[in-house]
């Protein structure tokens, strides 16, 4: 996916705008690396650079805040109520920073709170004596407190994290974080009860990392169980797992019901040629939420329905995806399957790759959305549709926010905010497919 923002200045067009001044410091850092030639002197350089993102951190937290507060106060006039005032501003931020809507808001979060309640801390990262990381933690451990108390803390803070690492300044802020309001550290500690939660993400090496954060007392307890039974495994004999690949197994069979941990059904979204299934090529496929795996891997799941007998095979089926041959995208899709449930959902679902459409956006797909409204007579058809996460289907529903599809060969979407920019996606090529032909910006 390539997306850029347009509308805004360039060096080139205007050097007197902050926005021009920053493009030329850009353009100026990479030639700054290729300069020098002493050794000590890079140390110098290295070091001179870390404090420059520190700085420019800061920097980018005083204009996430100013524009959300102008973005505010135009919203207001207009006759929203307080609490729809920002919606769509984390939106606009993640796409003019290349993060997902979720870790824009974050960032808007930690912005206002440095800005607001933590000026010591802010100063220090201002000037670069801290790292941004470093900040997040202040953030993160004085979040429970009332403002006053945040404030008493950070003034605390300011004289002491200077020369430590970000590891004692999150067990600084933690500590006097508590003594500041003991009463606030239990009631947070039984708030963060409720945000017990699972999640997966990709790992290197077609592995996958599968965690649980769950109250102290239930993970080490589900660890035991996993330990003492891989014990009673490795005591009986006649395993060759290791201890750790005996609890990685369990864990898989337990959850999901299997006989064992490879019986697992194809069906999870296994995307790859007919000649890469055959053998006929090493083209990469995709496995949908974790990414391009090798041809031989892939093989490897789908021949697993041919070993072991029945309560420990697993299930494969197959579904023929039609690709554009030019583009590589995927647009039609057999519905033939054992049952017909949704085929037109899979079929959006394959073909963008699992993950929400709009520009830097990773979540998974949760909605499928009728880029010409379905209320103004848009069609329910792939062209006309486009998976995205919740929240991205809702902001489109704000004023000022467009979407519309500009080049329906390779559907190309074209989304513009409220301020005027423009951002571009298009849907990954299927697998075996190469396009070099980059998507047009706006």
């Known amino acids: 996916m390539n997306e850029q923002a347009m509308g805004g200045p360039t060096a080139v067009e205007d050097r007197d705008t902050v926005a021009g001044e920053v493009a030329v410091m850009v353009s100026r850092l990479a030639e700054l690396s290729t300069i020098v030639e002493d050794d000590a002197a890079r140390i110098d350089v290295l070091a001179g650079l870390e404090r420059l993102k520190a700085a420019a951190a800061a920097a980018q937290y005083e204009v996430m805040v100013r524009f959300a507060e102008s973005q505010r106060a135009a919203r207001r006039g207009m006759g929203f109520a307080e609490r729809h005032a920002t919606r769509g501003v984390p939106e606009q931020i993640g796409l003019a920073t290349r993060t997902s809507p979720s870790a824009a808001a974050r960032q808007l979060g930690r912005a206002r709170a440095l800005a607001c309640h933590l000026p010591g801390t802010f100063a220090l990262l201002r000037t670069g004596e801290i790292s ?20 008493q803390v950070d003034a605390c803070l300011a004289g002491e994290i200077t020369g430590i690492g970000p590891q004692r300044v999150q067990r600084l ?32 090496d077609t592995m996958t990392v599968f965690s649980a954060l769950l109250p102290c007392e239930q993970g080490v307890a589900a660890y035991a169980a996993l330990r003492r039974h891989a014990d009673a495994v490795i005591a009986a004999g006649g395993d060759s797992r290791t201890r750790a690949q005996v609890m990685a197994d369990t864990l898989v069979e337990r959850l999901t019901g299997q006989a064992t941990a490879d019986a697992v059904s194809a069906e999870i979204g296994l995307v790859m040629t007919d000649t890469s299934l055959l053998g006929g090529d090493g083209a990469a496929a995709d496995l949908l939420g974790s990414g391009p795996i090798p041809a031989d891997t892939a093989r490897d799941i ?74 103004h007579s848009g069609p329910t058809t792939p062209a006309n549709g ?44 299927a697998p075996g497919h190469r396009v070099g032909a980059q998507p047009r910006a706006a």
């Open 132 to 151: 941004e990381f470093a900040a997040t933690f202040v953030v993160n451990e004085t979040s429970h407190l009332a403002p006053e108390q945040r404030r």
């Open 173 to 204: 802020a933690r500590r006097y974080a508590i003594e500041a309001d003991p009463a606030a550290a239990v009631t947070r500690a039984s708030r963060a009860r409720k945000d017990r939660r699972v999640g997966v993400r990709p790992a290197p």
């Open 302 to 375: 789908t021949r697993r329905a041919e070993d072991g007998d029945d309560e420990r095979r697993a299930r494969v089926f197959l579904r023929r995806l039609f690709t554009d041959p030019a583009t590589g995208v995927v647009v039609d899709c057999d519905p033939k399957r054992r049952r017909f449930d949704g085929t037109l959902a899979r079929l959006l679902t394959y073909r963008d790759g699992g993950t929400c459409r709009d520009p830097y956006c990773d979540a998974p797909i949760r909605h499928f959305d009728h880029i010409h409204p379905y209320t």
């Open 386 to 429: 486009r998976g995205t996460c919740a929240r991205g289907n809702y902001v489109k529903q704000q004023p000022g926010w467009t979407i519309r599809l500009v080049d329906p060969y390779r559907h190309t979407v074209e989304t513009t905010t409220p301020t005027g920019h423009r951002y571009t996606s298009h849907p990954p090529p």
